[in-house]
């Protein structure tokens, strides 16, 4: 199924608007890449996803992020970075001053964020204070995109009463994302009480048997409470990405 740029551009070639010269170098811009010595950017991924290239940049040096920033900002206007050490940041400040680090979600935006989406609005929520890095993560990445987000922080199992207080602002969310470590019960208790989409974020919090988040995960994994659907462990951008495809369906259906 073509996306919609693609879409445009056959629609013009059939209305006789683009010549099939034009209309071929203009497929092959939306499919395009940029090579770089150690990476191929898919420039045009968002147009195919929504979603578009973001730089992980864990294990690679400073001038490997450096390099990968200027290429994307060149083509978009827009980098979105994760796992991005302050260090490595304050570097990247020296040549987009105007760039913006989430000390929390370690990720940084360079540019201007895509123009926001207002009819919708996703939650993000956490168990303890401990896990909000993952939602901080996911929200750096949401606002990036022009979404909307209601951080509903601190309310796990341990104080139940905690989260029923906040019992409005999720009733004004569309889709929720909830972060868990140790036993990861949340999600369940979330997803027993609303109606709303629910991707679960299992941490790596707690202690010895929570195994880095791999009790959290599995806790996940076998919920009873059935539509928890769960990323991988401590994964923001993961869970980011799956809220924001469904939010671009429900403003695709609406308009």
Do not use: W
Not at 81 to 91: L, N, P
Not at 100 to 118: A, D
Not at 169 to 184: F, R, S
Not at 201 to 227: D, E, H, K, Q, R
């Amino acid at each position: 199924m073509p996306d919609q740029k693609t879409k445009r551009i056959l629609e013009k070639l059939i209305e006789k608007k683009l010549s099939i010269d034009e209309a071929e170098k203009s497929l092959n811009e939306t499919r395009s890449s940029i090579s770089t010595s150690f990476a191929n950017i898919d420039i045009e991924r968002e147009h195919r996803t929504f979603i578009p290239e973001i730089i992980y940049c864990e294990n690679k040096s400073l001038e490997q992020i450096i390099e990968l920033a200027k290429k994307i900002y060149s083509k978009k206007k827009l980098v979105i970075g994760t796992r991005c050490h302050i260090k490595h940041f304050k570097e990247l400040k020296k040549i987009f001053p105007k760039g913006v680090y989430s000390n929390e979600g370690r990720s940084f935006r360079i540019g201007k964020p895509f123009p926001k989406i207002k009819k919708y609005k996703i939650g993000l929520i956490t168990a303890g204070t401990t896990d909000i890095a993952a939602c901080e993560e996911a929200g750096l990445v949401l606002k990036s995109l022009g979404a909307d987000i209601e951080r509903i922080y601190d309310v796990g199992v341990a104080g139940i009463h905690r989260l029923f207080s906040k019992d409005n602002k999720i009733k004004e969310c569309d889709i929720l994302i909830v972060a868990a470590g140790m036993e990861g019960a949340l999600p369940s208790v979330v997803s027993g009480l609303y109606h709303q989409p629910l991707i679960a974020i299992p941490t790596s919090i707690g202690y010895g048997t929570a195994m880095n988040g791999f009790t959290a995960l599995f806790a996940m994994l076998t919920s009873c409470s059935p539509g928890v659907t769960v990323v991988n462990i401590n994964n923001g951008v993961g869970a980011a990405a799956a809220a924001f495809k469904i939010l671009k369906l429900l403003e695709t259906k609406s308009s």
